[in-house]
């Protein structure tokens, strides 16, 4: 009874929706099929220069006054607008969306999201029954064990094939080298930085807001989304080699209520849901690589993406580099010679959204991972050029241009 009575409130949305798209008022909502089962709804993102709010925010609009969440004095708000109606066609158990339909980088985006028929509704909901949801996260943890370690073990592998950016013959070399070496003998090559740091430092955040902070000494690791019954193991019960797993934790109770609204916390939830299978990263001697397993989207930036982005992390059967390290050791190089700007030191992850702005406070989920050994080089070729500047003001104090350094021995005793 429960489930009709569900099925029965979220008929209006249901309803509202056929006919707008039946209307052929809104430019980009049509149907997707010759059988009406599913619609594509235009996916423009606001902040796009050929963003049209007349046009690709309409339907938008046109949902929250349908809901009486627009008045005269009411402002533009065509995000706000977007995630409302995004939310409630998530909630509602009459849709489905349709991601291998969907067309997102393209100049007119759209989402495809399907009719979901009554009777299929129902059986969803008969299926989540306790004893159901409970045999369904186990099997999900024992796939995901396996395919986790299959995953990691075809990165390793497939590593050779890879060309990063302005790869060097020198560095496609290194790239057999070391998959032709045993794993321990990896591991000691990866000992050539400071062997006390961490791998890699993984900051999480919600809207701005940091929520985790994680320090990494595994060479692998997988970002995701794991239900509270899927918890991942603590770092101290992780062997040497395995994929440390980064769990996206729950927002409700880890940001304050006065700084999110409701909207944005139910989009952030729903968001998570799409996160379950994350993103895989690797760090080797030649930097870092990732690949994307989870449904939803995932957009990143750093500085050896190459053309402007925003770069999006497709679902290929091949890891993308993220970050360079001989790419970071030449611009090291310069910075150290030459001044000027010194380089990057991390990748930044947005999860469901592009990376279209420097500044992520308005992004629902982003993680931002940086290098400390890449970090620490950077620190050390700063003191360096401090010590050649203080030195060069010296000697142009000097009448002679000269600087004389006295070396005085200190006892060990």
Not at 12 to 36: C, E, I, T
Not at 50 to 70: M, N, Q, T, V, Y
Not at 278 to 300: D, E, H, I, M
């Amino acid at each position: 009874m429960a489930t009709s009575g569900r099925i029965r409130s979220t008929r209006r949305l249901r309803n509202w929706m056929v006919d707008q798209v039946n209307s052929g008022q809104y430019p980009g909502l049509v149907w997707d099929d010759v059988a009406k089962t599913m619609f594509r709804i235009p996916w423009k993102h606001a902040g796009k220069q050929d963003f049209r709010s007349d046009e690709d925010a309409a339907i938008f609009k046109a949902w929250a006054e349908f809901k009486g969440k627009l008045s005269a004095d009411t402002r533009s708000d065509p995000a706000s607008w977007k995630t409302r109606l995004r939310c409630a066609l998530n909630k509602s158990p009459e849709f489905s969306e349709v991601n291998e339909r969907s067309q997102l980088d393209i100049s007119e985006p759209y989402k495809v999201y399907r009719l979901v028929p009554v009777a299929e509704q129902e059986g969803l909901a008969a299926a989540g029954t306790k004893e159901g949801v409970r045999a369904g996260r186990r099997k999900r943890r024992s796939d995901s064990d396996s395919e986790e370690e299959n995953l990691t073990k075809k990165i390793k592998e497939e590593v050779v094939s890879l060309q990063p950016i302005s790869m060097a013959p020198q560095q496609i070399e290194a790239e057999r080298e070391i998959a032709a070496v045993p794993e321990d003998a990896t591991a000691a090559l990866l000992q050539k930085n400071d062997s006390s740091l961490p791998a890699l430092i993984v900051s999480v955040k919600y809207l701005g807001q940091e929520v985790l902070r994680r320090e990494i000494y595994q060479r692998d690791i997988r970002i995701a989304y794991y239900p509270s019954s899927v918890s991942p193991p603590p770092p101290s019960a992780l062997s040497v080699g395995a994929v440390e797993r980064v769990s996206l934790p729950e927002p409700g109770s880890l940001l304050p209520e006065c700084s999110i609204s409701g909207v944005q916390l139910q989009a952030c939830s729903t968001l998570l849901n799409y996160m379950e299978k994350g993103v895989l990263l690797t760090s080797n001697t030649l930097g870092v690589l990732a690949q994307r397993f989870c449904q939803g989207r995932v957009f990143w930036r750093g500085p050896h993406a190459g053309e402007s982005g925003p770069h999006k992390l497709d679902r290929t059967a091949h890891p993308v580099f993220l970050f360079n390290k001989q790419t970071f050791e030449q611009e090291l190089d310069i910075f150290r010679s030459s001044g000027g700007t010194p380089p990057e030191c991390g990748v930044t992850l947005c999860f469901g959204e592009e990376l279209d702005t420097e500044d992520t406070s308005s992004k629902l989920i982003t993680v931002h991972i940086s290098l400390p050994w890449a970090t620490q080089q950077v620190q050390e070729a700063q003191s360096f050029r401090e010590s050649v500047a203080f030195l060069q003001t010296l000697a142009s104090q000097s009448p002679l241009s000269e600087v004389t350094l006295n070396l005085v021995g200190i006892s060990s005793n």
